[in-house]
């Protein structure tokens, strides 16, 4: 191909730029990683990878007030790609020279993949000087690593990495994206904090989750997320939560009951990993938007039911994580129809059909006045009917809430039980320990009944939970892309690095150790950035009073109640995905504690 025909396809691509999108476009260059503004449309270079960039990737960036906010475009990439492909066809009658034609696209993909794995991570990234892992494969990166079981305790591959390498980090993803990880306490601090809203999470990462939960809480970035966040936080107060304990006791109860049940007919070594599971779902259920899932008792696997299931199952399956990883780079592969795909495709309709249903419902009975339940959803669209029209949520932001409840408050909560009960398991004496303090405090089991207040003085149980959030945080990694050109592209925070650094927790940090949050001196080192299980800071966790007050109640019962311990011969690894799961599930001993 001849200079001119660069310069002249350079000057298509810009006017096919102007026309549609503005001229003063920034594209977030997905191969490269960091947001980089194009100063002038006449280098080749640049023009060949925002080409094949567009193709990959479909979000676009816009600088307005010198900040980045995503935009979409006013075409879709592909369709502007295919308007590219007519122009060359006609403009340089490609058609009548099919060699020709072939040879460019062969060369310009060979070129692509070339320059994207082999040439760019290592020679061009402004992140290539940083230590880091070599990569195991062309293909995955350090991925495999990464995703790898962890037999041998709660010590993540990265917390590893982050040993060797030092606390700020760089490990390579699919085809070799580099990508850094931080575990410097500061910049922590910089993200979460001082500077939450230069970080957004990264778009071609949750494309798949988003198609789940929508643009609820968990994904709005902006101006959006900041009124969902405002109009939210009422909900989630010390008064309202406090109003929930009594559903936390309640499925509780269910729980153990049917627990003992399965003692009594004869197993002492009891599968507890659906029994949880479908305890908090129950629970964020009833707590979310006063919905009876009934998942502990019901046999019938009512739709509602399966959806959540199916999405998690779905969800956490490692083919589907493949298909996420690949669909960030090839938004087609999520579109293949395989099962993985087909299912999910389902579960996204079934789920967003069934939240419609609960909010229509919701919608009908505040049409008479004020809604009477005090659950999550209900307190919303009460707050929001009396919200001038520009601050409401929408009908859709508000359905969007319901299945970002039921993701973040169920498998979160989920997860921190069972690890709770496992460790508690292969800790005698931190059992005892709990349970002498819960008797001391609540002698006749029967009369459980404590108040929210009465849940968060019991000591040792708070010790517990927040040990276990330590050293097995439900959510170990939280990823963040700078809108605002850095040094570094692409932040990943590994809150189990610094939640297990012996700098701050001392020789036994890879350890099981309530008791350490009883030691003064460790306290008054420990801040909100070496801290994290929730996050801190904007974006963290709405849900941290609703999961502290749901776990403590739920172990408090379950140890005055129950005496757990391993099973002989029986393993438990720890499957390190989006929230660590037991693996293959929770196999403990049980025996009654009368
Ligand atoms: C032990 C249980 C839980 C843990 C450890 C946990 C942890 C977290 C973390 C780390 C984040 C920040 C993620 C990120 O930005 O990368 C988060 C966000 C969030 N969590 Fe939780 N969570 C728990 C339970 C809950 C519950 C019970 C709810 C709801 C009832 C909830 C609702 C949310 C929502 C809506 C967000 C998004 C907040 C925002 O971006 O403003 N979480 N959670």
């Known amino acids: 191909m001849s200079s001119k025909f660069w310069a002249e396809l350079s000057n298509d691509y810009e006017k096919l730029f102007e026309t549609e999108i503005g001229y003063d476009v920034i594209i977030y260059a997905g191969e490269e990683q960091y947001v980089k503004e194009i100063h002038a449309h006449s280098n080749i270079l640049s023009i060949r990878s925002q080409y094949f960039h567009s193709a990959f990737s479909n979000e676009l960036t816009e600088k307005k007030d010198g900040k980045f906010i995503f935009k979409k475009p006013n075409i879709s990439p592909q369709l502007f790609n295919i308007i590219l492909i007519i122009i060359f066809i006609l403009k340089y009658k490609m058609l009548s020279d099919p060699i020709n034609l072939v040879s460019f696209f062969v060369l310009g993909f060979i070129g692509w993949i070339t320059h994207k794995i082999l040439i760019w991570p290592f020679f061009v990234s402004p992140l290539k000087n940083i230590p880091g892992p070599p990569p195991d494969s062309l293909i995955y990166g350090n991925v495999k690593a990464l995703l790898s079981i962890e037999a041998d305790g709660f010590v993540e591959p990265q917390f590893k990495w982050y040993k ?15 990508t850094i990880f931080v575990a410097d306490p500061k910049i922590i601090q910089e993200i979460t904090l001082s500077r939450s809203y230069d970080f957004t999470k990264p778009y071609s990462n949750n494309k798949s989750a988003i198609a789940l939960l929508g643009k609820g809480l968990i994904f709005a970035e902006g101006d959006v997320y900041k009124r969902q966040r405002k109009m939210m936080n009422p909900a989630f107060s010390h008064s ?3 109003g929930m304990v009594l559903d936390f006791i309640r499925v509780t109860t269910t729980l153990i009951d049917l627990i003992k049940k399965e003692m009594n007919q004869g197993n002492s070594n009891v599968n507890l990993t659906l029994y949880i599971s479908k305890a908090t779902l129950d629970i964020i259920g009833l707590v979310g938007f006063s919905y009876e899932f009934n998942s502990l008792t019901s046999k019938r696997i009512c739709n509602s039911i399966r959806w959540s299931f199916q999405c998690h199952s779905r969800y956490v399956s490692r083919c589907h994580y493949a298909i996420i990883m690949f669909s960030s780079y090839f938004s087609s ?23 419609k249903k609960l909010i229509d419902v919701k919608y009908k009975e505040a049409e008479n006045g004020e809604l009477k339940n005090k659950d999550l959803l209900s307190l919303l669209i009460n707050n929001n009917k009396t919200l001038p029209d520009e601050e409401k949520l929408t009908y ?48 006749d089991k029967s009369q459980f009944n404590p108040t929210y207040d009465e849940i968060h003085s019991l000591e040792f149980l708070n010790c517990v939970l927040k040990e276990v959030l330590r050293i097995a945080a439900p959510i170990p990694i939280s990823k963040r ?13 590994p809150k189990a690095s610094v939640q297990k650094s012996a700098e701050i927790w001392g020789p036994t940090a890879e350890e099981f150790d309530p008791k350490r949050w009883l030691d003064s001196a460790l306290i008054k080192k420990i801040n909100n950035y070496n801290y994290l299980p929730f996050l801190n800071g904007a974006r963290g966790c709405i849900g941290n009073k609703v999961a502290s007050a749901e776990v403590k109640i739920m172990l408090a019962m379950l140890i005055m109640n129950f005496v757990f311990k391993p099973i002989e011969g029986f393993q438990i690894k720890r499957r390190a995905l989006f929230t660590p799961k037991v693996d293959p599930y929770l196999g403990l001993g049980v025996s009654s504690y009368s």
């Open 240 to 242: 309202n939560i406090k």
């Open 333 to 355: 592969v999520g579109h293949i129809p395989i099962d993985v795909n087909l299912r999910y495709k389902e579960a996204c309709v079934v789920i967003h059909c069934e939240s």
């Open 396 to 443: 859709d932001e508000l359905k969007n809430q319901i299945m970002t409840f039921l993701i973040a408050g169920h498998e979160t909560t989920n997860v921190t039980t069972s690890w709770a009960l496992y460790l508690l398991a292969h800790h005698p004496h931190h059992q005892d320990l709990l349970r002498e303090e819960l008797v001391k405090a609540y002698p």
């Open 164 to 178: 060797k390498y030092g606390n700020i980090l760089k490990y390579y993803g699919i085809f070799n994206k580099p």
């Open 481 to 493: 892309l700078n809108l605002k050109d850095e040094f570094f592209g692409k932040y990943l925070i």
